[in-house]
């Protein structure tokens, strides 16, 4: 299973961007999808995900500006960020919660793709 990330770049405080991760390969059935940062100096943390039924949860930093949503169909999860904050700055990682025929789970991660917000 692979992830491919997008979406990234830069952009002034209170604008916005949409990041994108589409998730190929032998897929069987994906449960969890979701996005965490890092910024420099931090540890990485979860900034939102989504369960296959929709659910949804959410850092408290980006609530109301952050929305998380899924395309089954083309396995790809979105993020869309408005209101962007300097301290949004991050590489955004996007992950999912994979099963395979068997039951097993496993976690697979995206390579990163850099949001940096100028204030």
């Known amino acids: 299973v692979q992830l491919q990330a997008s979406g990234g770049g830069l952009v002034q405080a209170g604008g916005s961007l949409r990041l994108s991760c589409a998730a190929s390969?032998?897929?069987?059935?994906?449960?969890?999808m979701g996005w965490y940062r890092q910024a420099p100096g931090n540890e990485r943390e979860l900034v939102a995900s989504?369960?296959?039924?929709?659910?949804?949860n959410y850092a408290d930093s980006v609530k109301g500006r952050f929305t998380i949503s899924r395309d089954n169909a083309k396995n790809t999860v979105y993020l869309q960020m408005n209101s962007l904050k300097a301290e949004d700055t991050a590489v955004y990682y996007c992950?999912?919660?994979?099963?395979?025929?068997?039951?097993?789970?496993?976690?697979?991660w995206g390579q990163g793709t850099l949001v940096t917000v100028s204030s």
């Open positions: 992950t999912i919660r994979h099963r395979n025929r068997w039951a097993s789970e496993s976690m697979y």
């Open positions: 390969g032998s897929i069987f059935s994906i449960n969890i």
């Open positions: 989504i369960t296959s039924g929709g659910s949804t």
